[in-house]
């Protein structure tokens, strides 16, 4: 298990940008972003393997947000350019730290999630 901070949420015009940042307690095996807008489905944003270059995106982010990490300093990277009103949402930080089938696309009670950053993007 790890312990998971994000910070770097916040409110931005459209067309905006914002980037979050999460730091890990400890190792993990994959760490991602999974947002929460009010009314709607948990989904996972960005995702990667800590010890790879394998990387998942959400159709709806490809091309203007860009998931990394700093390995060194443990903590998760997620920039997002061209922002709109449909990324407004409660952004979580996730991690696991032993491998799961599918990696940390997956929730299931191996995950630890961050307390969550709001981001909200106005028209």
């Known amino acids: 298990q790890v312990h998971l901070m994000e910070s770097g949420g916040g409110s931005v015009e459209a067309g905006g940008s914002l980037r979050l940042s999460c730091a890990a307690s400890?190792?993990?095996?994959?760490m991602g972003w999974f947002r929460q807008a009010p009314g709607k489905d948990r989904e996972a944003v960005a995702t990667l393997y800590t010890g790879g270059t394998s990387t998942f995106y959400t159709d709806s982010v490809k091309g203007r947000f860009t998931i990394s990490l700093d390995d060194a300093k443990r903590t998760l990277y997620l920039q997002m350019d061209n922002l709109t009103p449909r990324d407004t949402a409660m952004y979580y930080c996730?991690?696991?730290?032993?491998?799961?089938?599918?990696?940390?696309?997956?929730?299931?009670?191996?995950?630890?999630w961050g307390q969550g950053t709001p981001v909200t993007v106005s028209s």
């Open positions: 996730v991690a696991k730290v032993n491998p799961t089938p599918l990696a940390c696309l997956v929730v299931d009670d191996t995950m630890d």
């Open positions: 400890g190792a993990t095996y994959c």
